[in-house]
């Protein structure tokens, strides 16, 4: 062949012998390519024709986390101990674990009880190491109860990563925005990891919720994420949202388009728009889950004890400057007592800094919290249980308009400023999220001022170097630090969705830095969190049939108790009424029982009638 290539090149050719030649190389690789590629798909398409018969026809198999594939069935429930009583029986009262905590020497003395110090506890408590954890309100009473109730994955820090690599400013210094970018990527496959497990491993407390993402352009400036780029991204929003499907193992409902039609149908209350792009993010009740987190704890060996408050460090060690404890008050006798400990970590949130200057009063801020606001408006403006989101506000930041307790939460805001308990939101707030909602929506729906039902605010724990000079970005990622001088182990920033890795993450360094070698790895992948064992989605018609109670009521049980509703359900009164023939509900409207108030008091350590409200039946949201 070469020896016939040789002879032909050379003899003398005219320029358009050359271009036929040319032409006719060319089309022949274009029609082998184009073989190839008609063979590669007839492969995929016979691949994916085999993958649908199989789906169609195998048994249905429920992904359980612990790495086995169960047969789903609906479980019956003959005995105290598997309708999950057993849990409660094994967790000590109040008292005694005020006892242990006053008593014993633990390898972790944990301060805060929101989702991190919570999760920190139970992650510890499951590799066998003695802790304690100490909250000085009731569990997940501050920012873990005023979240947006999103277990996400984290679709917009992704498309902000990406902006921010396809800005000029990254063409000074490259390696560091691709690094820069890199870290944002993993940190959004961790949530789409963790958000997998939580809806696959605690169906009890999260849902997957579609959100539509409505389009009235086609090119839409100015841009989403202040990017020219996303100008397009009502073109390429559905590959994009496959694409965040496919980072979460497509565990996730496989996002989907709406023509204007459909959307209409869906939400008649939006303006006219082109289609919508519907994707899943998860949902739960922030406090239910919180208190959840810290049940299992106890449950799981933990001496875990809301009300108790941290006052000051107790100093220990050869030269006397390491941390051996911590000095505390119950805030229910006002009694005082010191929590001893091998280390002591600090799981305060946005109070963090607080809770560092009781050791030194100087010490540099490392927490640039961020305070953010939610209304609360009537279920109405997000029928048939879907939220949807409008990715360009005048703030340029992104609104949420999400159906939670047969309401709808609109936010959030963002706003620098220094953490507080117990907030009042500003009411020039409440009115920009008014504005908002209100311009998102057709001319024939009104939202007034009225129609807010509650508002809150919370702090994002955001950590900031302190170091770092004044102004510089403040990441989104959680920080675990360790105070060199006193051996105090902190973590700071983070999320919901994460809580259980940043737990790990953080027992983890703990484990190393004071040498706990006797713990075993972690296990918290493997475990449900109370009422997880046992629960099934047909669970509020067991309820139903065996106690006669509504079905809105037994919703409600089911998903807020798990398997224990059962035990809720065996203390429940009768009506006097043909139907519902027991369960008396404490406001009418509302699917909350007098016999929860009982429950929550006697195995769930609620203590005032203002958490009992707020934070374990969250009504004053809902119903000011
Ligand atoms: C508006 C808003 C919306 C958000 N939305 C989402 C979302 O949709 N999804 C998501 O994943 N994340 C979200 N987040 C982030 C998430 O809510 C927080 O990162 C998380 O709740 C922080 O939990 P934490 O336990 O670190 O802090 P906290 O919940 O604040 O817990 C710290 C605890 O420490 C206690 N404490 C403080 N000082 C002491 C002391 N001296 N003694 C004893 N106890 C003490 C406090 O009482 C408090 O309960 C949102 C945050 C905000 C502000």
């Known amino acids: 062949?070469?020896?016939?290539?040789?002879?032909?090149?050379?003899?003398?050719?005219?320029?358009?012998?050359?271009?036929?030649?040319?032409?006719?190389?060319?089309?022949?690789?274009?029609?082998?390519?184009?073989?190839?590629?008609?063979?590669?798909?007839?492969?995929?398409?016979?691949?994916?024709?085999?993958y649908a018969t199989y789906s169609f026809f195998k048994p249905v198999a429920q992904v359980d986390f612990t790495g086995e594939k169960k047969m789903k069935r609906i479980q019956r429930f003959n005995s105290l101990v598997d309708r999950g009583d057993n849990l409660q029986a094994a967790a000590k009262s109040r008292g005694q674990h005020l006892a242990s905590l006053k008593d014993e020497m633990f390898d972790v003395v944990i301060v805060g009880g929101g989702c991190t110090g919570a999760g920190a506890a139970l992650d510890a408590a499951t590799r066998g190491l003695k802790v304690a954890c100490i909250e000085r309100g009731d569990f997940s009473n501050e920012?873990?109860?005023?979240?947006?109730?999103?277990?996400?994955?984290?679709?917009?820090?992704?498309?902000?990563?990406?902006?921010?690599?396809?800005?000029?400013?990254?063409?000074?210094?490259?390696?560091?925005?691709?690094?820069?970018?890199?870290?944002?990527?993993?940190?959004?496959?961790?949530?789409?990891?963790?958000?997998?497990?939580?809806?696959g491993m605690q169906p009890h407390l999260v849902?997957?919720?579609?959100?539509?993402?409505?389009?009235?352009?086609?090119?839409?400036?100015?841009?989403?994420?202040?990017?020219?780029?996303?100008?397009?991204?009502?073109?390429?929003?559905?590959?994009?949202?496959?694409?965040?499907?496919?980072?979460?193992?497509f565990n996730a409902p496989i996002s989907y388009a709406m023509g204007p039609r459909k959307t209409k149908e869906t939400f008649p209350q939006l303006k006219d728009v082109?289609?919508?792009?519907?994707?899943?993010?998860?949902?739960?009740?922030?406090?239910?889950?919180?208190?959840?987190?810290?049940?299992?704890?106890?449950?799981?060996?933990?001496?875990?004890a809301n009300y108790v408050e941290m006052t000051g460090y107790v100093y220990g060690g050869e030269e006397g400057a390491t941390v051996t404890g911590i000095q505390c008050v119950d805030k229910l006798t006002g009694e005082k007592f010191e929590v001893k400990g091998t280390s002591v970590v600090l799981c305060t949130g946005a109070f963090l800094d607080a809770v560092r200057r009781m050791d030194d009063p100087k010490a540099e801020k490392a927490v640039a919290a961020a305070a953010g606001c939610h209304i609360v408006l009537p279920g109405y403006f997000t029928p048939g249980g879907m939220g949807f989101a409008e990715l360009r506000t005048s703030r340029g930041a992104t609104m949420y308009f999400l159906p939670w307790l047969g309401h709808t939460i609109v936010g959030s805001t963002d706003k620098k400023c220094d953490a507080t308990s117990s907030p009042e939101v500003a009411e020039d707030e409440i009115q920009y999220l008014v504005n908002e909602a209100a311009s998102c929506l057709s001319g024939d729906i009104q939202v007034r001022r009225s129609d807010v039902l509650s508002a809150w605010q919370g702090w994002r724990p955001l950590y900031r170097d302190p170091n770092a000079p004044p102004g510089a970005p403040v990441s989104r990622h959680h920080v675990i630090g360790v105070d060199e001088k006193t051996g105090v182990v902190f973590v700071c920033g983070g999320k919901w969705s994460t809580y259980r890795a940043m737990a790990e993450e953080l027992v983890d360094k703990v484990v190393s830095h004071k040498k706990l070698w006797h713990a075993r790895p972690c296990m918290t992948k493997k475990i449900k969190l109370v009422g997880g064992d046992?629960?099934?989605?047909?669970?509020?018609?067991?309820?139903?049939?065996?106690?006669?109670?509504?079905?809105?009521?037994?919703?409600?049980?089911?998903?807020?108790?798990?398997?224990?509703?059962?035990?809720?359900?065996?203390?429940?009164?009768?009506?006097?009424?043909?139907?519902?023939?027991?369960?008396?509900?404490?406001?009418?409207?509302?699917?909350?029982?007098?016999?929860?108030?009982?429950y929550a008091c006697k195995h769930e350590y609620a203590v005032t009638v203002k958490d009992m409200l707020t934070l374990r039946m969250r009504l004053p949201p809902i119903n000011p």
């Open 534 to 598: 046992g629960f099934h989605e047909l669970l509020y018609v067991q309820l139903v049939q065996k106690y006669g109670i509504s079905e809105d009521i037994a919703k409600h049980l089911a998903h807020t108790y798990g398997s224990a509703a059962f035990a809720v359900c065996e203390l429940s009164k009768p009506t006097g009424k043909r139907w519902p023939r027991f369960g008396r509900v404490l406001v009418e409207g509302y699917p909350y029982l007098e016999e929860e108030v009982e």
């Open 143 to 199: 920012t873990s109860s005023r979240s947006s109730k999103l277990i996400w994955g984290g679709f917009k820090y992704l498309q902000v990563a990406f902006a921010e690599l396809l800005s000029t400013k990254s063409l000074s210094n490259p390696v560091s925005a691709v690094k820069k970018f890199w870290g944002e990527f993993l940190m959004v496959a961790e949530c789409c990891t963790e958000r997998s497990w939580l809806a």
């Open 274 to 304: 082109n289609y919508s792009a519907v994707y899943c993010e998860s949902m739960h009740n922030d406090a239910r889950t919180g208190t959840c987190i810290a049940l299992t704890a106890a449950t799981r060996g933990a001496s875990i």
């Open 207 to 249: 849902q997957y919720v579609p959100q539509a993402v409505p389009f009235s352009v086609w090119v839409q400036w100015p841009p989403y994420f202040n990017h020219p780029f996303y100008s397009i991204l009502p073109i390429i929003a559905l590959p994009a949202f496959w694409f965040y499907d496919a980072l979460a193992g």
């Open 1 to 50: 062949l070469k020896t016939r290539y040789r002879s032909w090149r050379k003899k003398p050719r005219s320029r358009a012998a050359w271009c036929s030649c040319a032409g006719s190389v060319i089309f022949r690789r274009t029609m082998s390519v184009r073989k190839w590629a008609m063979r590669g798909t007839l492969v995929g398409v016979a691949g994916g024709c085999t």
